[in-house]
């Protein structure tokens, strides 16, 4: 008995070996079919949105070029009205500095309203092309969640931590969206994945 507890001692440290070696054979198998499952899945996913992202994508570009388009055509609504002000000042005797003020204010109309569409859009977008993803993983909805400063609207900052159902877009201030969809809108999807 005492032989076969000083051989068990004996043999611990190459026991040891082929038990590391065993587990290191595993772990390197068990990598490499995660690593492909992974890569499947990936590619899986890869070609799932080429096809619904692609549709996201090409409606949000749609919808982009015009709003951008209209750009010009509300600059040249402003110069029509800012022409019959001219009429209208020749008529009354209004001074034409008065009017220069307007044509000068032109620029920067236009420079505030590309500003806000550049950064609705952008938020419109990443919201639609993460939901797209989403629900092609199952996910039903998002957790809203806001940059929670004092910029953040007052029913936004009341839908901060507010599941939401991707089917199911809030009604805020009159206007129907996710969370990055509305004018200036800086709050965005906290996705609920799910668990199977």
């Known amino acids: 008995m005492d032989r076969l507890e000083r051989y068990a001692d004996l043999i611990e440290p190459w026991a040891e070996a082929v038990s590391k070696r065993l587990i290191s054979t595993l772990e390197i198998a068990d990598d490499a079919m995660w690593r492909e499952r992974s890569y499947q899945i990936s590619a899986g996913l890869r070609d799932l949105m080429a096809g619904s992202q692609g549709m996201v994508t090409r409606s ?20 029509y009205d800012i022409h019959n002000q001219a009429i209208e000042a ?9 009017l220069k003020k307007e044509i000068m204010r032109t620029g920067e109309v236009t420079e505030a309203r590309s500003r806000t569409i550049a950064r609705t859009e952008v938020g419109r977008a990443s919201t639609a092309i993460t939901q797209a993803r989403s629900t092609a993983i199952g996910s039903r909805g998002y957790i809203w969640r806001t940059v929670e400063d004092s910029d953040v609207r007052h029913s936004h900052k009341q839908m901060e931590g507010q599941y939401v159902d991707w089917a199911s877009p809030p009604t805020l201030d009159g206007m129907t969206g996710h969370a990055g969809q509305f004018p200036n809108c800086r709050c965005y999807c906290e996705v609920v994945v799910p668990e199977d």
């Open 60 to 79: 949000i570009i749609q919808e982009q070029v015009k709003l951008f388009k209209s750009l010009p055509l509300e600059a040249a609504d402003r110069v």
């Open 90 to 98: 020749v008529v009354t005797g209004r001074r034409s500095s008065e």
